[in-house]
């Protein structure tokens, strides 16, 4: 009992003894755990801090949209069309022949005219050759006069001999009184004679009824000329549908748009809050939602006058109970400087920057 079994002894003797996994890990490093729990929150202030810091001295909205002046062009003159020249989207410059209406009634409204231009000036030639404007029936009226004064002399002389009778003496008076009065209505005749080729003072120099058939003439040559309708600037051809051969066109009633060229211009609708540092000439960079590759460097043109809700065709009405404060919107033109590689289209969504932070001119 007192000797150990040889066979165990080295099994014994070569045994390790046995460690915990807690004695196997390293000693933690309380001052690492430390360093992470105040690094993170740093890191996310700096970032909050730089970020805060890249929105100082600019404003941006993405309420703003691409403006261009629009002209609605209509015809003066009704009639149906004849022919069409341009179709929507054409580029036309300024004068270009767009279409015709059918000109051929006013044509003959110029003939009409001038038959009766021609008819105003045979009546002034009558009206000269008249025997009342001559004088020829005054002078004959006068050499009756004479002749009854003559008359009456000789009878009043032998009345006054007795060897006439009452009856002729008044007979030779009477003949006086009306050869006088003869005189007086040849006269009146000629002076009515006068009058009707007379001119006024709007027209010197021409007879009223020529002048008048002259001017119904003018505005048949200027109905004429209004049926050819052409662009009043250069631009794009826009709305064209009703533009159609045998279409009516009614006078001032538009049959299309032109979307004029070089009239390019951004509204950006900017919130209230954010036009206290904003003033005309500050820079500004415009992002376009079509064209995620093109910017476009501007200027501030124009602060509005009013709120987008001024402006409304049904205004807000806010003396009521139930009033809601609402952040106002302001309509800021944008100018954009130089010539865009792309076409830019009326009503395209934009991003506008406008970067307050520059020197500001002058309100």
């Known amino acids: 009992m ?45 970032a909050a801090w730089f970020y805060w810091q890249s929105l100082q001295g600019k404003v941006s909205t993405d309420n703003a949209y691409i403006k261009q002046d629009m002209v609605s062009v209509s015809a003066e003159v009704g009639g149906p069309i004849t022919e069409v020249l341009v179709k929507d989207g054409a580029e036309v410059q300024a004068g270009q022949l767009l279409f015709r209406i059918d000109p051929e009634p006013f044509r003959l409204q110029i ?37 009854a004064e003559a008359r009456f002399e000789r009878v009043r002389a032998l009345r006054e001999k007795g060897f006439s009778t009452k009856a002729d003496f008044e007979a030779a008076e009477q003949a006086v009184v009306q050869a006088r009065e003869r005189i007086r209505q040849a006269e009146d005749r000629q002076r009515e004679a006068r009058a009707r080729l007379a001119s006024g003072p709007a027209v010197p120099g021409v007879n009223p009824q020529v002048a008048a058939a002259e001017a119904r003439r ?80 501007g200027r501030v043109a124009s602060i509005g006058a009013g709120t987008g809700a001024e402006f409304s065709v049904l205004p807000a009405q806010n003396a009521t109970g139930n009033w809601v404060k ?23 969504s934009t991003e506008v920057t406008v970067f307050t932070g520059d020197d500001k001119p002058k309100r």
């Open 218 to 297: 003018a505005n048949a040559q200027l109905s004429l000329r209004r049926t050819e309708v052409r662009s009043p600037a250069a631009g794009r051809i826009a709305q064209a549908d009703r533009l159609q051969l045998g279409q009516q066109v009614v006078p001032n009633l538009p049959v299309l748009t032109l979307v004029r060229s070089g009239s390019t211009y951004v509204e950006a609708n900017f919130k209230e809050t954010d036009l206290a540092d904003m003033a005309v000439g500050q820079r500004a960079e415009v992002r376009f939602d079509a064209y995620p590759d093109l910017v476009l460097k």
């Open 326 to 348: 609402v952040t106002q919107r302001v309509p800021v033109r944008i100018a954009l400087e130089g010539q865009s590689p792309r076409r830019l289209i009326a009503g395209l």
């Open 111 to 147: 003939a009409e005219a001038n038959a009766a231009i021609a008819g105003a000036q045979v009546n002034v030639i009558a009206l000269k050759n008249d025997a009342d404007l001559s004088g020829t029936d005054i002078a004959a009226a006068r050499s009756d006069v004479g002749f």
């Open 2 to 46: 007192a000797e150990a079994d040889p066979a165990r002894a080295p099994a014994a003797a070569d045994a390790t003894p046995l460690t915990s996994p807690e004695a196997e890990k390293p000693a933690r490093k309380p001052w690492l755990r430390w360093g992470l729990m105040l690094i993170v929150p740093l890191a996310l202030a700096g």
